[in-house]
């Protein structure tokens, strides 16, 4: 098992950066695939980034694409959401999640375990 904790959320301007961590316990998190999902009031959970065990696959949903990037430090159990020229429409509740297996994966279902979230909120 693993457990998940995220921190770095905040209250920002639009065109503000923020940095998301997500922190795994366990000496397996690197054989862990890894994801980040987001739900705003109102609206249901969306995939938002993806990465594989070893980080050398990625994915993303297309309206965060070229401005967001996640990576992950097996040696530290740590993943990250680096969010560039946020908007308000990325305003929302931000949780990682984890799985074991070797893919990136973008459906909420198909993941185990997940942390309790961190709000995100951009004002324009």
């Known amino acids: 098992q693993v457990q998940l904790v995220e921190s770095g959320g905040g209250s920002v301007q639009a065109g503000d950066s923020l940095r998301l961590s997500c922190a795994g316990s366990?000496?397996?998190?690197?054989?862990?695939?890894m994801g980040w999902f987001r739900q705003a009031p109102g609206k249901e959970r969306e995939f938002v980034a993806g990465?594989?065990?070893?980080?050398?696959?990625?994915d993303y949903t297309d309206s965060v694409k070229g401005r967001f990037t996640i990576s992950r430090d097996n040696n530290k159990n740590m993943m990250y959401l680096q969010m560039n020229s946020l908007n308000p429409e990325d305003t929302a509740v931000y949780s990682c999640?984890?799985?074991?297996?070797?893919?990136?994966?973008?459906?909420?279902?198909?993941?185990?375990?997940w942390g309790q979230g961190t709000q995100v909120t951009v004002s324009s």
């Open positions: 999640a984890a799985r074991r297996g070797g893919s990136v994966y973008t459906r909420a279902e198909e993941y185990n375990y």
């Open positions: 366990g000496r397996t998190f690197g054989s862990y695939s």
């Open positions: 990465i594989n065990w070893s980080g050398g696959s990625t």
